[in-house]
């Protein structure tokens, strides 16, 4: 038995979902195999979507035109901007979800498009051919011949589930692991490596006493995640989440313990995420304090279950619940389902390239968990990636490199291939050098129009966009040109820390009519009231970009570039940056070695003008987004 398709995707999970629907938008025949038809679109772990930074990356999503945003706010309910005390670079949405709706809302959108097909089934093998994949084999028997793949299979890769001294195969709990494709990766050359993650308690939320909890509300109003939500039309249900914390009890029983946890007593060997430790963690290795949040989550508007954010942990079941009842409002807790801890296996992304592309097999793409990213937001936005890109190889398309300086895409790629990360990748604002701009708020102005270029977003939409920034502009205008006594201009007002958009359109109906669409208000306030912050980010911004662009060749042997350290040569021929840019934060490469290349790379441009025009073969180069 046999089928054909252009791009294969292995995984129904969220780098799943947005690898197929952007290959198959771009007019590919894609096939997505998964495990189970009914678990697309799963959240197994919170039910929640966004928050720091990730926020930022579902707004970049969107703006490229993925699902992750469009399906939050179809089974959103509750709403909340974080950090709206601190400046804009930080501040970022989040969203919980009714875990059911939002399987649905993915599973219709990937039924609903055509060239678009949907296979229950186990990939077991991938198959290449001169160092190119030409297709897999499934545990059903089915041959698969395809022109290019996205593999995204989340925890599932030789995964065992740890619950006290309880091992069990599995990538998540009723679902089996897959060791055949792990042991088919390593025959075609790949390096494993090995990770962990983990997940809370899901307790009856009739059992717990939310009134010495404290309350938080959703935002009111709500503010959808995708820009294509209209918000004048947007109500979502408003359900409340509640915050507790644990105490010194919790922590004497955890202690009291230690050698019955598999994260301390050995038998959980694998790296888990530095900032979102289990609770055994925080006590035992953190122990500072015994207060920790503890965030209860309902995970839907009829679940009978919440999730309790706070609690991740892989303890043996009667000291979870011991643990579980030690936290105030939790003395009477039923769990529903027990936590338990993933061992899984990854690639390390030194592996592959900027564009996600491997460098064993070409025309295999990687996404998801198996990178070494950890959250729902990472492994959405690099499906997009792998999407875009194996839907192009097809093609003979060049493919898409996401800057770094241009979205936090391309923060967290260029991370994962340039600088190994020691555990599961989590992305922070932090992270970039360009945060200023890189904001959520500004997100489709930034990125949407290679999106539209694509094809991937509506022409109607760009008709919006186009008049929501003339909109600013006109808004921005008017401030900096309105006097408003003593010399000064409204814009001078406006950047006085209490004074607000909105409180000068009180006075000023001109400026009102130029304000009244919130995101443009939002606009005009960050654009005037950070003016000479942005101006110094955007000059550091182009002389970033200008440094990233110059593309290194793909052959280069670094053993005859003169000057480089021992270290930055071994270092540079592992990797094999695109960019000097991209080699200049590599480990173990200095500035003076950045030097060197670039010395040497002026050398050989020149060197190439005197020589004569040859015949150059086809090749298909990446193409930088900007």
Same mark, same amino acid.
């Given at each position: 038995?046999?089928?054909?398709?252009?791009?294969?995707?292995?995984?129904?999970?969220?780098?799943?979902?947005?690898?197929?629907?952007?290959?198959?938008?771009? *007019?590919?025949?894609?096939?997505?195999?998964?495990?189970?038809?009914?678990?697309?679109?799963?959240?197994?772990?919170?039910?929640?979507? &966004?928050?720091?930074?990730?926020?930022?990356?579902?707004?970049?999503?969107?703006?490229?035109?993925?699902?992750?945003?469009?399906?939050?706010?179809?089974?959103?309910?509750?709403?909340?901007?974080?950090?709206?005390?601190?400046?804009?670079?930080?501040?970022?949405?989040?969203?919980?979800?009714?875990?059911?709706?939002?399987?649905?809302?993915?599973?219709?959108?990937?039924?609903?498009?055509?060239?678009?097909?949907?296979?229950?089934?186990?990939?077991?093998?991938?198959?290449?051919?001169?160092?190119?994949?030409?297709?897999?084999?499934?545990?059903?028997?089915?041959?698969?011949? !395809?022109?290019?793949?996205?593999?995204?299979? *989340?925890?599932?890769?030789?995964?065992?589930?740890?619950?006290?001294?309880?091992?069990?195969?599995?990538?998540?709990?009723?679902?089996?692991?897959?060791?055949?494709?792990?042991?088919?990766?390593?025959?075609?050359?790949?390096?494993?490596?090995?990770?962990?993650?983990?997940?809370?308690?899901?307790?009856?939320?009739?059992?717990?006493?939310?009134?010495?909890?404290?309350?938080?509300?959703?935002?009111?109003?709500?503010?959808?995640?995708?820009?294509?939500?209209?918000?004048?039309?947007?109500?979502?249900?408003?359900?409340?989440?509640?915050?507790?914390?644990?105490?010194?009890?919790?922590?004497?029983?955890?202690?009291?313990?230690?050698?019955?946890?598999?994260?301390?007593?050995?038998?959980?060997?694998?790296?888990?995420?530095?900032? !979102?430790?289990?609770?055994?963690?925080?006590?035992?290795?953190?122990?500072?304090?015994?207060?920790?949040?503890?965030?209860?989550?309902?995970?839907?508007?009829?679940?009978?279950?919440?999730?309790?954010?706070?609690?991740?942990?892989?303890?043996?079941?009667?000291?979870?619940?011991?643990?579980?009842?030690?936290?105030?409002?939790?003395?009477?807790?039923?769990?529903?389902?027990?936590?338990?801890?993933?061992?899984?296996? !990854?690639?390390?992304?030194?592996?592959?390239?900027?564009?996600?592309?491997?460098?064993?097999?070409?025309?295999?793409?990687?996404?998801?968990?198996?990178?070494?990213?950890?959250?729902?937001?990472?492994?959405?936005?690099?499906?997009?990636?792998?999407?875009?890109?194996?839907?192009?190889?097809?093609?003979?398309?060049?493919?898409?490199?996401?800057?770094?300086?241009?979205?936090?895409?391309?923060?967290?790629?260029?991370?994962?291939?340039?600088?190994?990360?020691?555990?599961?990748?989590?992305?922070?604002?932090?992270?970039?050098? !360009?945060?200023?701009?890189?904001?959520?708020?500004?997100?489709?102005?930034?990125?949407?129009?290679?999106?539209?270029?694509?094809?991937?977003?509506?022409?109607?939409? &760009?008709?919006?966009?186009?008049?929501?920034?003339?909109?600013?502009?006109?808004?921005?205008?008017?401030?900096?040109?309105?006097?408003?006594?003593?010399?000064?201009?409204?814009?001078?007002?406006?950047?006085?820390?209490?004074?607000?958009?909105?409180?000068?359109?009180?006075?000023?109906?001109?400026?009102?009519?130029?304000?009244?669409?919130?995101?443009?208000?939002?606009?005009?306030?960050?654009?005037?009231?950070?003016?000479?912050?942005?101006?110094?980010?955007?000059?550091?911004?182009?002389?970033?970009?200008?440094? &990233?662009?110059?593309?290194?060749?793909?052959?280069?042997?670094?053993?005859?570039?003169?000057?480089?350290?021992?270290?930055?040569?071994?270092?540079?021929?592992?990797?094999?940056?695109?960019?000097?840019?991209?080699?200049?934060?590599?480990? *173990?490469?200095?500035?003076?070695?950045?030097?060197?290349?670039?010395?040497?790379?002026?050398?050989?441009?020149?060197?190439?003008?005197?020589?004569?025009?040859?015949?150059?073969?086809?090749?298909?180069?990446?193409?930088?987004?900007?």
């Amino acid at each position: 038995m046999s089928g054909s398709c252009d791009v294969l995707v292995i995984g129904g999970g969220h780098a799943g979902i947005e690898a197929a629907l952007a290959s198959a938008r771009l *007019g590919r025949r894609t096939l997505l195999v998964t495990g189970s038809l009914e678990m697309i679109g799963e959240t197994p772990c919170n039910p929640s979507v &966004g928050g720091l930074a990730k926020g930022q990356l579902v707004r970049e999503l969107d703006a490229l035109g993925g699902l992750q945003a469009l399906a939050t706010d179809a089974a959103g309910i509750h709403f909340r901007m974080l950090n709206t005390g601190r400046g804009p670079a930080v501040r970022a949405p989040r969203a919980q979800v009714d875990k059911a709706l939002y399987r649905r809302f993915c599973r219709a959108a990937l039924e609903g498009l055509p060239g678009l097909a949907l296979r229950e089934d186990q990939v077991t093998e991938l198959v290449a051919d001169g160092g190119r994949l030409v297709g897999a084999r499934t545990a059903a028997g089915l041959e698969i011949h !395809c022109r290019a793949a996205v593999l995204a299979p *989340g925890t599932f890769l030789r995964g065992e589930l740890h619950t006290g001294e309880r091992r069990t195969p599995g990538g998540q709990l009723g679902l089996p692991a897959s060791a055949e494709l792990a042991a088919s990766l390593e025959r075609l050359g790949f390096r494993l490596g090995r990770l962990k993650t983990g997940t809370s308690p899901r307790l009856a939320a009739r059992s717990i006493n939310t009134s010495v909890m404290k309350e938080q509300r959703p935002d009111d109003p709500p503010r959808p995640l995708s820009f294509r939500t209209d918000p004048a039309g947007f109500h979502p249900p408003a359900v409340s989440c509640w915050l507790t914390h644990t105490n010194e009890r919790t922590g004497a029983l955890i202690r009291a313990n230690v050698g019955r946890l598999p994260l301390f007593s050995g038998q959980i060997r694998a790296q888990g995420p530095r900032y !979102c430790p289990s609770v055994e963690t925080k006590f035992v290795l953190f122990g500072e304090t015994d207060r920790h949040q503890v965030f209860i989550e309902p995970q839907g508007l009829d679940a009978p279950d919440v999730y309790s954010g706070g609690l991740a942990t892989s303890m043996p079941e009667d000291l979870q619940l011991e643990v579980v009842r030690s936290v105030p409002g939790l003395e009477d807790a039923e769990i529903l389902r027990f936590g338990y801890a993933v061992e899984y296996d !990854c690639v390390p992304a030194d592996q592959l390239t900027v564009t996600l592309e491997s460098k064993p097999v070409r025309g295999l793409f990687l996404a998801g968990q198996i990178n070494g990213t950890s959250g729902y937001e990472e492994a959405a936005a690099q499906g997009w990636l792998a999407g875009v890109n194996s839907a192009r190889s097809c093609a003979g398309e060049p493919a898409l490199i996401m800057p770094r300086e241009e979205s936090f895409l391309g923060v967290m790629v260029d991370d994962l291939v340039s600088r190994r990360p020691a555990e599961p990748y989590r992305l922070f604002t932090s992270r970039s050098e !360009c945060r200023q701009e890189l904001r959520h708020d500004n997100a489709d102005r930034r990125l949407a129009k290679y999106a539209l270029g694509m094809g991937l977003l509506q022409p109607a939409f &760009g008709l919006r966009l186009s008049e929501k920034i003339r909109a600013i502009d006109a808004a921005l205008n008017y401030l900096r040109r309105k006097p408003a006594g003593e010399g000064r201009a409204l814009a001078d007002v406006l950047r006085r820390p209490e004074v607000t958009v909105a409180a000068l359109a009180a006075g000023d109906p001109e400026l009102a009519a130029l304000v009244r669409d919130p995101e443009v208000a939002e606009a005009a306030e960050i654009e005037t009231k950070y003016a000479p912050y942005l101006a110094r980010a955007r000059g550091f911004q182009a002389r970033m970009k200008e440094s &990233g662009a110059r593309r290194l060749p793909e052959g280069l042997d670094y053993a005859t570039v003169p000057g480089l350290a021992r270290e930055a040569r071994e270092e540079l021929a592992r990797v094999r940056p695109a960019t000097l840019g991209q080699a200049g934060r590599l480990a *173990g490469v200095t500035p003076a070695d950045v030097t060197v290349l670039a010395l040497w790379l002026d050398r050989d441009r020149t060197a190439a003008k005197a020589e004569p025009p040859t015949k150059a073969g086809p090749h298909r180069p990446a193409q930088r987004l900007g």
